[in-house]
């Protein structure tokens, strides 16, 4: 494909785009589901689950509303209570849904190459209020996930984690999903799988899995009887039928991905005030964003002046995570530790998220590098 | 359309079906949807939002995942604390919505003709903890809107209704939705409207709308910092293109359930043991369900009797609401005040609910009524 240079240009390119079918991938599906009438929590759920199981070799896997519902039901399954250990630098959600179960949010450190939960920090964070540490894998890039099972273990924590962002990751040679003792997904749009709206409670303990099919669904037994106060957490069938597709074209996409990634990364690795995550070497990366740290001093302008300078170059960007949790305005008077926090606070003051998603082309990579070369002085 | 009377007396008819578009009445938007890359709360959401508050001629609607999410967010919006007044007879979202939002539900009585919140008793219920009345138009008949409005500004109590059956339905000729301090709407297949999942809130309170609008994507602000803490609540733009066709049907659609329901009760009144519920005579009820209450003494066998015989003969039934919030399980602990409630515990022993949807014909409905009557005795 050969676009003009004028048109490349003038083309705004988005930060993210979602990986979706045609339609004629899923018109007959979706006349399926409109015929029957059965349009929501049905046989494509059913079938979406059981794809999720065996692409990730964990026993259970239940559909769920969004990644947020999935960690609210994971977190009350597992019947947490007092103060969880999360880490500052995460998406705002995986402290709301514990805090919408009652529990307190106890924010740690992140490990300044990796952006993932300080393991040290967690250790010093456990007190006999502690019941669980809930780590994230951010931006898919797993955590030292055998070392946070070893701590857990030790000290008899529950161990739960948002995956939200690692779906197709593996640690060890094993695919994130059924570590800990449950894991949680997202499949909103900007996530590697979608299903335009949804989430997933991976584990392979029953009762847990039970549990949470139970809550999403109001906690309502089979004679109508709630034995708990659950949720209304369904994913419709349209969902799913997105999913399955998805899911599908899934290793292909992240193959992709990888190409794009590395590319992204040899035409910004010279570049003086750049650097990158460092990816767990234990890891296969699904990754889900692309993100580079601006030091000012060696870049010449700081970070919020890269994302103006592309705005103005049509270039989609995001301060992703900014502000970290422990500066959020809904947390200021809960949880403030920002002191405590340098590395979370020197990520999230410097980081810049760049247009990342599978269908980008690698002339909109080099366009966006250029502007961004030709920034530093 | 002739139908041999074996192929219909073969068939089994559900207690509910969702009125759904054909492929070809919304393949183009879905075409779209899957084109932008936008799927989710995006221009279908919108223009969905937009046509709903003209329909029931209200300031302001937002769309969201569910009815209890519309519940939740409702009461978090209007920042409802301690006690709320709930009728027992309804479905248990209405107070497990207010359970997520640390409110306790108190249990009052449904009078025993409209299945309504007998408004003497949510009087006796008032305390100087008690924020609010949440009443439930049980489904789709009105509650004595005006009496509850007026005994909630004298009490200075916040006034929310759990409309979730009862979209369509008007009260003194004005529809339900600007009522109160705000009204929540249930999407889901069973629903008058439906939208495969989903919910609303309407209200006539800029603050309240813009309240839910912020909480129902993580109290996230346009600059990304949480102002508080909500939740993942959007709907999706396949839910909100169900919904704009739906809607623009609903008027055709509520005056064949008007006719259907008119149809239903000939063929039972005279029936010895059966009696119905008792539509408020200040409302056009859209009507939600058909449902009659069984007198044994009169009719010779009880409701769960009734129920295996229709059954045997392939027709569904719901005993709705059984049990009442007040015997659940969940609340078994919490709240009980069983011989405090006769009524609901009167209806719900006795009520059941036949089939009942747009798409239900008569000669199903004749078939349903025979079996019925031949089983009196």
């Known amino acids: 494909m050969v676009e003009s240079s004028k048109t490349e240009k003038d083309k705004f390119i988005p930060i993210a785009r979602p990986d ?43 559909c769920v ?28 959600a995986t ?14 450190d992140a490990e300044r ?44 924590l529950k161990l739960l984690f948002d995956s939200a962002h690692a779906f197709g990751t593996s640690f060890n040679g094993k695919k994130v999903g059924g570590f800990g003792d449950a894991e949680i ?16 409670v991976t584990t392979n303990n029953r009762e847990t899995y039970e549990q949470v ?12 009887d709630c034995k708990t106060i659950g949720i209304s957490a369904r994913m419709g069938e349209f969902n799913a039928i997105l999913g399955i597709h998805n ?20 035409e910004l690795e010279d570049v003086k005030g750049i650097s990158f995550q460092k990816i767990n070497s234990s890891a296969h990366c699904s990754i889900k964003d692309f993100a580079i740290i601006i030091d000012k001093n060696l870049f010449g302008i700081d970070r919020d002046e890269l994302a103006e300078a592309l705005t103005e170059e049509k270039i989609g960007w995001r301060k992703y995570f900014y502000p970290p949790l422990h500066r959020e305005t809904a947390y200021g008077n809960m949880n403030n530790r920002g002191d405590a926090l340098p590395n979370t606070n020197f990520i999230s003051d410097n980081i810049l998220n760049l247009p990342f998603f599978t269908a980008l082309k690698t002339n909109d990579i080099v366009r966006i590098c250029n502007v961004i070369k030709k920034l530093q002085h």
Chains 1, 2 share one sequence.
């Open 20 to 62: 979706l079918p045609d339609m004629g991938d899923i018109k007959e599906d979706i006349e399926t589901i409109l015929k029957s009438g059965m349009i929501t929590n049905y046989e494509f759920v059913r079938r979406f689950e059981k794809k999720i199981a065996e692409f990730l070799n964990v026993k259970y896997a239940a």
């Open 185 to 200: 997904f997202s499949l909103t749009p900007t996530k590697v799988l979608t299903a335009a709206e949804g989430g997933v």
């Open 213 to 224: 099919v139970l809550d999403r669904e109001y906690g309502k037994q089979p004679n109508y």
């Open 113 to 156: 190459d990796t952006f993932n939960i300080d393991i040290e920090k967690v250790k010093e964070a456990i007190t006999p209020r502690t019941s669980a540490i809930v780590p994230v894998h951010v931006f898919g890039n797993p955590c030292k996930i055998d070392e946070l099972e070893k701590l857990s273990k030790e000290n008899n």
């Open 65 to 92: 509303s969004s990644g947020t519902s999935a960690l609210m039901l994971a977190a009350k399954a597992l019947d947490l209570k007092g103060e969880v250990i999360v880490p500052s630098f995460t998406f705002s």
């Open 247 to 266: 899911l599908a074209k899934l290793d292909e996409n992240i193959k992709r991905r990888k190409k794009l990634y590395d590319f992204y990364k040899s």
């Open 95 to 108: 402290a709301h849904a514990l805090v919408w179960c009652g529990l307190k949010p106890i924010f740690v």
